[in-house]
C-alpha cells in the first residue's frame, strides 16, 4: 500500500528537478550541473522501481487472490443452494458469472484501484505542487478535470445498462454451448448440427451488437475524458505563455506543468478507463450479489440434537407430506403419511409422474415440504443435515458419474478411503466385478464426463456400488434397477437384500417384482397415496396396482404361449 | 498398482511438457491465420486505421501548436522586452498571436474528441464483426466434430473455448492488432520527426530504443508459455464447475460438498499459481521499462542541457522534443500492455486453432451417395467389429440386417454392446472393421445429413433442451407438422401429461428436462422421435422408466407406427421386444441367437434363460424354465 505514494512523489519529484534545470540553464548557469543531477534522477528512479514491482506485485497479487476467493465462495454457495434453484438455473449462466463476471469485478478491484490510489495522489500532489509556482495556471488547468467527474456522472447509468446487456448475452452464449455440446448425442442423432450452429450464431450475432452499442457510450466517455485532458493544456498554454511574457514564471516552471500535466495524464485517463469498467463491474457485482444473495431454505438447524449418522437407528416418519414445486400448478406429492421402521422395506410404485422420486427427495431433505419428515422420530428442525444425510445412501434415477476414476467415484459415497478388499466387495455387490476386471487401467481406469465410457447398465450398478460404499442406515434405491437385463436384476436384487439387511430400504421401481417383499408398499396416484399396505392388500385395495401386476403375469403367459 | 491408461483421456489433464510443446508456432503464424477472418471486414479495419491516423495527426499537431507559441510571440516578446532596457513594451501583438495559437489548439482538441469517440466504437464495432464470425465459425467447427471428441473433452472446456478464449481475443482485435500495427507507424514517424528537431538527441534516443526492445522480447518468451498455463488452468477449473453443477443433486445428497469445493479449492490454487507468473514477469517488466524510459530522458536532459547551454537549441525546440518522445515511449512503453494482451489473445488463439485444426474423423467422402429421401431402410452390419479407441473390441463380428420395414430387437446383458451398435448404426463411430450399409450404401459412403434426416431416435441417456415442450419435439426440423405431432404425442402416451401440465406444449423445460419425472422425459423423447416421420426408428431402452400400464399403451401404438418403418429395438423387457419381426441376442458383443419370440424360447439359450428370470418374481417359484 504505502509503495503508491512513494511511486508517484518519486515522479513528482523527478519533474521538478527536470524542470528546475531548465530554469537554471535558461538563467545560463553552467552545464555541468547536470551530470549530477542525471545521476540522482538514475539513481532515485531505480528505487522507484523496486517499489513500483512492489506495488504491482502486491496490487494484481491481491486482485487474484481476491478472484480465488470470490470464486470459491460463489463454489460453495452453489453447492449449498437447493435443487429447485439449481432446477431453474441454467448452468452456462451460472459459469458464466464465475468466469466473466468475476473477471469484470476484478478488474476494477486490481489494476482499477491501483490506478485510482495512484490518482488520489497524483493529482492533488501535482496540483499542489503546481499551485506554488502558479496558482492562476494550476486552477484554470484543474477546471476541467471536474469536467471529467461530470462526464462520469452522466455516463455512467447509461454504461451501467448496456453493459449488463453485454454480461447477459455473454451468459446466454455459454448457455447455448453448454446445452449444445452436453446434448451432443441428440443433436447428431437427428442431424441438428446446422440448426444449433444458427441458434448459436443469433446469440453471437446478440452480444456483438450489445457490445457494440456498449462501445458507443465507452467513446463518449472515453472522448470526454480526453477532451477535459486537452483542455488542461489550454490555459497552460495561453496562461503560462502570458505569464512568460510577464516573466512571471520561467521556462522551466512552464515545463513543470507541461510535464506534470502529462504524468497526470495517466493516472486521469486511467480513471477515464476505470469510468468504463466501473460500470462494467458494477452490473457484474450485481449478478454476483445476487447469486451470493440467494437464500437456502435448506439450513442446518440452529441447535440440533447432538447426534452424528452413527447413532441413528433408521426409522422413517412422513406426516402429512406434501410438495409443491415452485411454479408447479399443483403439488407433486400430497398429504402422504408413513411409517417405516427402522430396518424395514419400503417400496413406492406408481405411475410415470406420480411423484415417487420428488418422495424420496423429501427424504434426504433436498427440498422442504410441508408436513414433516421425520428421522428417529427427530423432526427436521433439530436433525443437522450432516446426520440427516451422513445416514442417507442414495442411488439416484439418472446415474450421475464424476469424469474421475472408477475408483474415486465409488470412494465419493465412502466417508473414508476404502481398502481394495471392502472396495471389491462393494462392487462385487453391484455385480460389476467382472467388468471392472475388464477395465485397462484397473479400477484407476478414468471413466468420462458423466461416466460416458460405461454402458448404461453398468453406470447404474456403479451407483448402487457407491451408495453402499457409504455404509447407509437408510438406503434410497430410485428405480435403480432399470436399465439392467433381467438376469443381472434377478441377482442385484438378491445382493440388495443381503445388503439390506440391518438398514431402512426405500426402493422406488416400476416393477412390481422389485418391491413385492417389502414389508410395506406405497401405492402413488398422481401425488397422493392410492393404497398402502404389504403386496397382499394392495393386491385388494389398488385398482391400479392389481391392474398393474396383472399385467405384469398376463405378459408373461402371454409369451408362454 | 498399474499406472491408469487412459482411454478417455481429458485433454485438460495438462501435464506441463504437452503445454509447452503446444505449438512451437511463431507469433506471425498464428496472427495470419487470424487475419483471414479480419479479411472481409477489412473496410472497417481501413477505416479504424483511417481514425487512428487522423488522431495521431492531432496528437503531433498539439506539442507543434505549443512549440510556435514558445519560439513565436513568447519568445519575441521576451527579446523586445530586452531590448528595451524599461520593459515597458506593448505585448499586446504578442498576446494576439499567443491567442490565436490557442484558439487553433482549442479546434484541434475538439476535432480530437470527436476523433476519441470513433477510436473507440469504431475499433470495439471492427474487432466484434471479426469475433462473431470466428466465434460462429468455431462453433460450427466443433458442431461438425465427431462424437468420440465429445467424449474426450469436458463440456465445461469447451464451453470455455467458445466464450472465454473467443472473449480473450476480443482484446486482441479491440486493442491488440490495429493499435500494435499503428503503434509501429508511430514510432517510425515520431522517429522521424525527433530528427527534424534535433539530430543529435534523436540519434540518443535511436541509440538507447534498442535496449527498451530488447527486454520487451526477453520477457515474451516467458509470458506465453506463462499465459499458455493460464488459459489452460482456466478452462480445466470451469470445466469442473460445470461438472459439479450437473451433479449436484449426488453432491449434496452425499454430503460432499466439502470435498468437490476443496477439490476446486485444488484446482484454484494451481490456476493462481500460473496466474502469479504471469504477475511476475508483468511485475518486473514494467519498472524496467520505465526506468529505461528514465535513462532516455535525462540523457536527453544531460545532452539537451549542454545545447540548451550553448544555445544550439531553443526552449521551444526543447519542449517540442520533449513533448514528441512521450509520444515516441508511449508505445514502446505500452508494448509491455499490449504485449500482456497479446500473449494472453496467443494463447487463446492457439488453443481454438487447436480445435479448428482438428479434422472431422466423421465425414462425408468427397464425393458421396446421397440417399434418396426418403430412403426406404434396408439395414445391413456386415461383419462389424468395432473397438473404442485402441482397447479391446467392443462389439465382434456383428452380422444382421434389418429388411425395410421390419422390427429388429436387441436384447441381451448389459453391457454385452447393444448401445455400441446403435451408436455405430447412428455413425457416432465408424466401425473397426467390416461396415454398416443402408439401402446397399455404406454409412461412410453418403451424407451424414441425408441419413440422419430419415432417423427417430431415442437414446438410453436421451437429452432435452431447454425451451418448450414443442421446440423439444421439432428440433428445428421444418418438416414436423401439427398433424404428426399430435400423432406421435397419443403413440408415445406423452400426450395425457402434456396435457396436464399448465401451459401444454408452451410449458418451459429446464435444463436437461429437469422439471420433468424421468419417465416424463421418455415419454418425449419417443414422440420426438416419432414426429419426424423417420424412415428408421432407433429405440435403445426407450421406456426403461415407465410403467408398465402406459408402455404397454406405447407398445401397442408404436407397434403400429413400425408397420411402416424399419426400426431397431432394444430392451431389457422382453415383453416389449415380444412383437419384433425378429430378435437378436448379444453376449459379450457377440451375437449369440436370432429368431422369433417363439423360436428362441424353444431353442432354450440365453434368451429363454433371461425370459425364465424376468417373471421369477411375478411367479414366486424360483427356478422356471418356460
Ligand atoms: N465411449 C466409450 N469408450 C470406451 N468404452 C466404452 C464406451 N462406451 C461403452 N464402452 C464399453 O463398451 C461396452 C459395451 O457398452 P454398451 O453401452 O454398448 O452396452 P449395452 O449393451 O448397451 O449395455 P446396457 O444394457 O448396460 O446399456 C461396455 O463394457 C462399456 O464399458
Ligand atoms: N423440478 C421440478 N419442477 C417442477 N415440476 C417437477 C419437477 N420435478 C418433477 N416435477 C413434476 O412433478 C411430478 C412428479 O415427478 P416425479 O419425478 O416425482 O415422478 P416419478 O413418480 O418419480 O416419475 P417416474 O416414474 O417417471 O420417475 C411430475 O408431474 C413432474 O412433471
Ligand atoms: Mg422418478
Known amino acids: 500500500m504505502a509503495c503508491i505514494p512513494v511511486v508517484t512523489l518519486c515522479d513528482i519529484r523527478i519533474t521538478l528537478w527536470f524542470g528546475d534545470a531548465l530554469t537554471r540553464l535558461q538563467a545560463r548557469e553552467g552545464p555541468e550541473f547536470l551530470e549530477q543531477l542525471v545521476g540522482l534522477i538514475l539513481l532515485i528512479a531505480a528505487v522507484q522501481g523496486i517499489f513500483r514491482f512492489l506495488q504491482r506485485w502486491w496490487i494484481v497479487g491481491v486482485s487474484r487472490r481476491f478472484e480465488i476467493e470470490l470464486k470459491q465462495e460463489l463454489f460453495d454457495k452453489l453447492c449449498g443452494l437447493p435443487l429447485d434453484f439449481h432446477d431453474k438455473s441454467r448452468s452456462g449462466d451460472i459459469v458464466s458469472r464465475l468466469t466473466a463476471d468475476v473477471e469484470n469485478v476484478r478488474m476494477l478491484l486490481g489494476p482499477g484501484s491501483m490506478y485510482v490510489l495512484s490518482a488520489l495522489v497524483f493529482v492533488p500532489g501535482s496540483l499542489f505542487v503546481l499551485w506554488r509556482i502558479s496558482p492562476v495556471v494550476t486552477l484554470a488547468m484543474a477546471l476541467p478535470l471536474l469536467g471529467v467527474a461530470l462526464a462520469m456522472g452522466f455516463l455512467t447509468p447509461r454504461l451501467h445498462s448496456r453493459s449488463t446487456a453485454v454480461q447477459e448475452s455473454l451468459a446466454e452464449i455459454s448457455h447455448r454451448a453448454l446445452e449444445s455440446f452436453s446434448g451432443a448425442r441428440v443433436v447428431k442423432g437427428y442431424g441438428l448440427e446446422r440448426h444449433e450452429s444458427r441458434r448459436f450464431e443469433d446469440a453471437s450475432r446478440q452480444n456483438r451488437e450489445a457490445q457494440i452499442h456498449f462501445s458507443k457510450a465507452r467513446g463518449l466517455m472515453h472522448a470526454a475524458i480526453h477532451l477535459a485532458y486537452d483542455l488542461a493544456f489550454l490555459p497552460v498554454l495561453f496562461v503560462g505563455g502570458w505569464a512568460m511574457i510577464d516573466r512571471s514564471i520561467a521556462v522551466g516552471d512552464l515545463f513543470k506543468f507541461i510535464d506534470l500535466g502529462f504524468k497526470v495524464f495517466w493516472p486521469v485517463i486511467a480513471l477515464g478507463w476505470i469510468g468504463g469498467l466501473y460500470p462494467r463491474a458494477l452490473a457484474s457485482a450485481e449478478r454476483i450479489q445476487a447469486l451470493l444473495s440467494e437464500t437456502s431454505h435448506i439450513q442446518d438447524p440452529p441447535d440440533p440434537v447432538p447426534l452424528d449418522a452413527e447413532g441413528i437407528e433408521g426409522e422413517l416418519s412422513l406426516s402429512n407430506v406434501s410438495y409443491r414445486y415452485p411454479g408447479a400448478p399443483g403439488p407433486a406429492v400430497e398429504g402422504v403419511h408413513a411409517r417405516v421402521p427402522a430396518k424395514s422395506v419400503l417400496g413406492i410404485v406408481g405411475p410415470t409422474g406420480s411423484g415417487k422420486t420428488t418422495l424420496l427427495n423429501l427424504l434426504g431433505r433436498l427440498c422442504d415440504p410441508n408436513g414433516e419428515v421425520r428421522l428417529d422420530g427427530i423432526p427436521p428442525r433439530q436433525l443437522s443435515l450432516a446426520t440427516l444425510r451422513g445416514a442417507l445412501a442414495y442411488v439416484p434415477q439418472d446415474s450421475f458419474l464424476f469424469s474421475d476414476t472408477y475408483r474415486a467415484n465409488i470412494e465419493f459415497g465412502a466417508e473414508e478411503e476404502l481398502t481394495d478388499e471392502r472396495l471389491a466387495e462393494f462392487i462385487q455387490a453391484a455385480e460389476m466385478t467382472a467388468e471392472t476386471a475388464q477395465f485397462r487401467g484397473g479400477l484407476d481406469q478414468l471413466i468420462g464426463e458423466r461416466g460416458v465410457t460405461l454402458s448404461g447398465g453398468q453406470r447404474q450398478r456403479s451407483c448402487i456400488a457407491r451408495a453402499l460404499a457409504r455404509d447407509p442406515k437408510v438406503l434410497i434405491l430410485d428405480d435403480a434397477l432399470s436399465a439392467v437385463d433381467t438376469e443381472t436384476e434377478a441377482q442385484l436384487l438378491q445382493n440388495l437384500r443381503r445388503a439390506g439387511e440391518g438398514r431402512t430400504v426405500v426402493i422406488a421401481a416400476h416393477r412390481l417384482g422389485t418391491v413385492k417383499d417389502a414389508d410395506q408398499i406405497i401405492a402413488l396416484k398422481n401425488g397422493r397415496v392410492d393404497a398402502q399396505g404389504t403386496h397382499e392388500e394392495l393386491l385388494e385395495r389398488s385398482d391400479w396396482y392389481r391392474e398393474t401386476w396383472d399385467r405384469q403375469r398376463m405378459q408373461k403367459e402371454l409369451e408362454d404361449l | ?626
Open chain 2, 1 to 626: 498398482m498399474r499406472a491408469p491408461e487412459k482411454n478417455a483421456r481429458p485433454t485438460e489433464e495438462l501435464d506441463e511438457d504437452a503445454d509447452v510443446v503446444a505449438t512451437k508456432a511463431w507469433d506471425w503464424a498464428v496472427l495470419r491465420r487470424l487475419m483471414r477472418y479480419a479479411r472481409p471486414h477489412l473496410r472497417m479495419f481501413g477505416s479504424s486505421f483511417a481514425v487512428l491516423i487522423a488522431l495521431f495527426g492531432v496528437q503531433l499537431c498539439g506539442p507543434w501548436i505549443l512549440h510556435n507559441a514558445i519560439d513565436g510571440p513568447v519568445t519575441r516578446a521576451l527579446e523586445a522586452s530586452e531590448a528595451v532596457d524599461d520593459g515597458s513594451v506593448d505585448v499586446q501583438p504578442f498576446l494576439r498571436e499567443l491567442g490565436f495559437w490557442a484558439a487553433g489548439y482549442l479546434g484541434l482538441i475538439l476535432v480530437g474528441a470527436l476523433l476519441r469517440y470513433k477510436e473507440v466504437s469504431q475499433l470495439a464495432r471492427t474487432g466484434q464483426f471479426v469475433i462473431h464470425d470466428l466465434r460462429s465459425h468455431l462453433f460450427a467447427h466443433i458442431e461438425r466434430l465427431e462424437l468420440a471428441f465429445f467424449d474426450e473433452n469436458p463440456t465445461g472446456s469447451l464451453v470455455t473455448r467458445v466464450a472465454g478464449d473467443i472473449e480473450n481475443l476480443n482484446e486482441l482485435f479491440t486493442s491488440g492488432l490495429v493499435v500494435l500495427l499503428f503503434d509501429l507507424v508511430k514510432v517510425l514517424v515520431v522517429l522521424g520527426l525527433l530528427f527534424w528537431v534535433s539530430p543529435e538527441l534523436a540519434l540518443l534516443v535511436a541509440l538507447l530504443t534498442p535496449v527498451l526492445i530488447g527486454v520487451s522480447i526477453v520477457f515474451r518468451g516467458g509470458a506465453r508459455r506463462a499465459h499458455r498455463r493460464v488459459r489452460a488452468q482456466l478452462a480445466r477449473l470451469n470445466g469442473y464447475l460445470q461438472e459439479v453443477l450437473s451433479g449436484m443433486r449426488v453432491v449434496q445428497i452425499f454430503r460432499r460438498e466439502e470435498r468437490v469445493s476443496s477439490r476446486f479449492g485444488e484446482r484454484l490454487r494451481a490456476y493462481l499459481k500460473s496466474n502469479f507468473r504471469t504477475i511476475f514477469l508483468f511485475a518486473l517488466f514494467y519498472p524496467i521499462i520505465s526506468w529505461v524510459t528514465l535513462v532516455i530522458q535525462a540523457s536527453i536532459l544531460w545532452r539537451g542541457g549542454g545545447a540548451l547551454y550553448a544555445g544550439t537549441l531553443t526552449f521551444g525546440d526543447f519542449i517540442l522534443f520533449w513533448f514528441w518522445l512521450q509520444l515516441f515511449v508511449a508505445p514502446i512503453r505500452e508494448l509491455g500492455e499490449r504485449y500482456n494482451v497479446l500473449q494472453s489473445a496467443f494463447a487463446s488463439a492457439e488453443r481454438i486453432f487447436d480445435i479448428l485444426d482438428k479434422q472431422p474423423a466423421i465425414a462425408p467422402p468427397a464425393r458421396p451417395t446421397p440417399l434418396p429421401d426418403p430412403f426406404r431402410g434396408h439395414v445391413r452390419f456386415e461383419n462389424v467389429t468395432f473397438r473404442y479407441g485402441d482397447g479391446e473390441p467392443v462389439v465382434r463380428n456383428v452380422d444382421f440386417e434389418i429388411p425395410p420395414k421390419k422390427t429388429v430387437a436387441l436384447v441381451g446383458a448389459t453391457g454385452a454392446g447393444k448401445s455400441t451398435l446403435v451408436s455405430l448404426l447412428l455413425r457416432y463411430y465408424d466401425p473397426s472393421e467390416g461396415r454398416v450399409t443402408i439401402d446397399g450404401v455404406d454409412l461412410r459412403e453418403t451424407t451424414l445429413a441425408s441419413y440422419r434426416r430419415g432417423l427417430g431416435v431415442v437414446l438410453q441417456e436421451d437429452f432435452l433442451f431447454t425451451g418448450s415442450v414443442r421446440d423439444n419435439l421439432v428440433l428445428g426440423r421444418d418438416w414436423v407438422s401439427d398433424g404428426s405431432l399430435v400423432q406421435a404425442l397419443k403413440a408415445s402416451a406423452a400426450g395425457e401429461f402434456v396435457e396436464r401440465l399448465e401451459h401444454g406444449l408452451e410449458t418451459e423445460v429446464a435444463e436437461r428436462g429437469a422439471t420433468l419425472s424421468t419417465g416424463e422425459r421418455e415419454l418425449v423423447a419417443i414422440a420426438r422421435a416419432l414426429a419426424g416421420n423417420p424412415r428408421l426408428v432407433i429405440l435403445d431402452e426407450a421406456t426403461s422408466s415407465v410403467d408398465s400400464a402406459t408402455e404397454a399403451r406405447i407398445e401397442a401404438a408404436t407397434h403400429r407406427l413400425l408397420q411402416e418403418r424399419s426400426a431397431l429395438v432394444v430392451a431389457h423387457r422382453l415383453s416389449t421386444v415380444r412383437r419384433a419381426d425378429r430378435i437378436l441376442v448379444m453376449h459379450r458383443g457377440e451375437l449369440r441367437e436370432s429368431g422369433t419370440h417363439e423360436e428362441l424360447l424353444n431353442h432354450g439359450g440365453i434368451y429363454a434363460r433371461l425370459h425364465a428370470m424376468q417373471f421369477r418374481d411375478l411367479d414366486g417359484k424360483d427356478d422356471p424354465t418356460g
